[in-house]
């Protein structure tokens, strides 16, 4: 394999969400680049989702085994703020993903969180837009519960953020 | 830039993030009902998460490691407001403390985006969405709880006057606050407190609730230099009992 940067994503691929395993850390878009120095050193840096997330650590982990599993040994995975996760960054097949998962997508905004955001979450089940929201907060941080006033179900939607 | 006037910003904010967060904690498996256990459970997670975030920074600037500046304090080497360390008391008064903190926090958060200080403005881009939700999970419960019953209403008011002081202790003012709003850092704790009160105004104004007149009431400060209340050191203790047995155990 050609040490490139497509390569190194498609590679990527595999490392998934842990607690979304259907989500892969690219669709996540929580990999913010890949650069591959002269010396052909690989530097992979990631932001997390929510600062507090006890799952980026062990993403972050699977990032480094998967790259020595593919034999690439001479690498750094570093992990910061310097280009901050916002729920935009979900690829188009990640919300698929998170949909046929039975987690509503969060909704593509302007990046300015309002209340009408936060409350607008259309069914995975049904596709629904009659919903309530009932909690802000779910079974993880990334997580907000609703309720779906036509199938009459409690469903969980990733968060816009 | 003077690093001591960063420092000491940075440790404010830390270890107002954590001992909340660790207070937020105490109500994991008691929340009044499973929504709220759940909620202050995550807003626990995050609190700790933000306080990470703020104490890695401390550490790039030459401080120790951030689980050794969490857990080996003593109570006087804090710089939390002590309005955060009071005891949860029963669940009204928790969601008052919830309320006049994370509508200040948000805005601290929200200049802090805008700062000279890069660093800092990176990390509070990024919070200040989190915090966003808990703002919108305290303005939610107050204006519901406090236009509904009257005991629920009572509850609310007796923990807001009781409250008040402490929450006017969070904009005790450092000795380089000057030096912070001309480098551009952050406008300060007065325009904080300014917006702050806006904020809080525009809620409390939803409810039957009443915000105690705030210039004959004595802000509780010191919070800022170190000075706590009785309940803090036994939270610390409490917090850091693992890693005072095993620095190296991992849980």
């Known amino acids: 394999m050609e040490l490139t940067k497509e390569n190194i994503l498609i590679l990527l691929e595999e490392v998934k969400d842990p607690e979304i395993p259907v989500l892969s850390l690219v669709d996540l878009g929580v990999i913010t680049g890949v650069t591959i120095s002269d010396e052909s050193h690989v530097t992979v840096n990631m932001t997390p989702t929510f600062a507090g997330c006890p799952a980026m650590d062990y993403m972050k982990k699977d990032v480094e085994r998967t790259l020595d599993k593919y034999g690439i040994t001479n690498h750094t995975v570093i992990m910061s703020f310097d280009q901050p996760w916002d729920s935009n960054k979900l690829s188009e097949k990640g919300r698929q993903h998170l949909k046929e998962f039975g987690l509503a997508p969060p909704p593509k905004y302007d990046l300015i969180l309002d209340l009408d955001i936060l409350e607008h979450a259309k069914c995975p089940y049904c596709d629904s837009e009659n919903t309530d929201l009932r909690t802000p907060f779910g079974p993880t941080l990334c997580r907000s519960m609703h309720y779906c006033n036509d199938c009459r179900q409690m469903f969980e939607q990733f968060k816009p953020l | ?251």
Not at chain 2, 81 to 92: F, I, M, R
């Open chain 2, 1 to 251: 830039m003077n690093e001591l006037a960063i420092k000491d910003l940075l440790y404010k904010l830390a270890d107002d993030q954590l001992i909340l967060g660790h207070r937020n904690s105490e109500w994991t498996g008691f929340g009044p009902i499973l929504e709220e256990d759940i909620a202050f459970s995550s807003m626990a997670q995050d609190k700790i998460g933000h306080s990470l975030a703020f104490y890695t920074l401390l550490q790039d600037l030459g401080e120790t490691d951030p689980d050794t500046v969490a857990f080996t304090r003593n109570a006087n080497q804090f710089h939390n407001s002590q309005l955060v360390e009071l005891p949860n008391g029963e669940y009204d008064f928790s969601l008052i403390r919830h309320f006049l903190y994370d509508n200040a926090e948000i805005i601290r958060f929200e200049m802090l985006s805008q700062s000279s200080y890069e660093p800092i403005a990176k990390v509070t881009t990024k919070l200040k969405g989190e915090v966003k939700y808990h703002v919108l999970h305290a303005n939610t419960w107050i204006k519901n709880l406090g236009s509904s019953t009257e005991e629920a209403i009572l509850r609310l008011q007796s923990s807001l006057t009781e409250a008040i002081p402490y929450a006017l202790g969070m904009f005790e003012t450092s000795k380089f606050e000057q030096e912070l709003i001309e480098s551009g850092v952050y406008a300060g704790e007065e325009a904080v407190k300014a917006e702050w009160l806006e904020r809080i105004q525009a809620v409390i104004e939803k409810t039957d609730l009443k915000l105690p007149d705030l210039n004959t009431t004595e802000p509780k400060f010191g919070g800022r230099n170190g000075e706590h209340t009785e309940h803090l050191q036994p939270l610390l203790d409490e917090m850091a009992e693992v890693f005072k047995i095993d620095p190296t155990a991992e849980w």
